[in-house]
DNA sequence: CTATATCTTCTAAAATATAGAACAATTGAC
DNA sequence: GTCAATTGTTCTATATTTTAGAAGATATAG
């Protein structure tokens, strides 16, 4: 199996912290206050279709009985499979990070 | 500035892993052990050379005067840009995990 | 019905990832 | 010298992902 990518491991981290208020735009919103950069509508529409398409997260309409204009969300919740790909990732990450993080950082810092 | 790409992250930190013995070949069997993956010689190359071109890693020939067969080694390093570039995403994988990964995924797993 | 607010879908272009054939350079055997 | 074996890189083409934002959809308020 593929990892995940940088924007979908993202996506689906979103997607957990938000809980049951996830969907595109609170998704978006998240994602560019943590990197401090802007994300372009598409940026993130378009994995998070991908990740459902993979079977990583499963979406439904969000309730339109709610006191406000618009069009009706479309919310999300991460998978198991999506819980494992996570996984995955944090145990590579781990590995990566492990022992070579700080020394070899610190050592960057003073060059 | 982009983000580093997973794979751009893989090879940065190989590379200091790796120390004075970090060029091609290395750095991708180093790779496939961490990710348990196979990987092609173009999937680590190409990222190389843009890792370059964008100055986060510096090259220069290996040592010829090796009892060895073959082609000349192409040395890598990684620059103070490419440290600024993982600390940055060393920052926003801690902001990504911190709250979220235990409880969360533990969640996943109990589902 | 019109204006406004929210949110998603669609589409195209740019950038990256991925595979592996081809090429290059060095050593040792003869 | 030159052939085979070894080691490693460069090249190049295709597939996939990223990224941007226009267009479209739907609900409320007046």
Redesign the interface.
């Known amino acids: 199996m593929k ?4 924007i979908e ?2 996506v689906l ?1 979103s997607i ?2 938000l809980e049951d208020n996830a969907y595109g735009v609170t998704i978006r919103r998240l994602i560019s206050e ?2 401090g ?1 802007r994300w372009s509508i598409g940026a993130i529409y378009v994995p998070l279709e991908r990740l459902e398409h993979k079977g990583f997260v499963e979406s439904y309409t969000g309730e339109p009985t709610e006191m406000r204009g618009g069009r009706a969300k479309r919310m999300y919740k ?1 998978t ?1 499979e ?2 494992k790909a ?2 995955e990732i ?1 145990r ?2 781990k ?3 492990e ?3 700080d020394w ?2 610190d050592k ?2 003073s ?1």
């Open positions: 990892l995940l990518s940088r491991e993202m981290l957990l912290k943590v990197t950069k991460v198991r999506g819980f996570l996984e944090k590579l990450h590995a990566l990070w022992s070579t993080s070899a950082l960057g810092e060059k």
